[in-house]
């Protein structure tokens, strides 16, 4: 590093002669790069008759749902139901929670 720093003359192009030519590239796609290659269109959704979830919301997601949720109130999110005295946002969450309120959707 110190002979970088004690260099004081103009920089040129032939200062940086490490640099090595690649003129034996082949930038050409190979042919057999097609065959491998699966163009999905992203606007394809899945039909729903082909998922098999059950309807009842695991514990993890109920957790994570809450937690979530929690979080974006105590970050002064919109509260999707009537507050009667509470201001616990995870207590609120729950209250969304049952009142089916809450702005999230579980993707499974």
């Known amino acids: 590093m110190a002979e ?21 590239l082949d930038l050409e796609p ?7 290659i699966q163009v999905v269109e992203g606007s394809e959704k899945t039909a729903s008759t082909e998922r098999v979830t059950t309807p009842f919301m695991t514990k993890y997601e109920r957790a994570r749902i809450l937690g979530t949720r929690a979080l974006q109130i105590a970050m002064g999110a919109p509260v999707m139901v009537e507050l009667e005295g509470e201001t616990d946002p995870l207590e609120i969450a729950r209250k969304e929670l049952k009142h089916q309120k809450i702005p999230l959707i579980v993707r499974r």
């Open 30 to 36: 190979a042919e057999d790069d097609t065959e491998r």
């Open 4 to 24: 970088d720093e004690d260099y004081e003359g103009e920089m040129e192009a032939d200062d940086f002669g490490d640099e090595e030519q690649m003129d034996d």
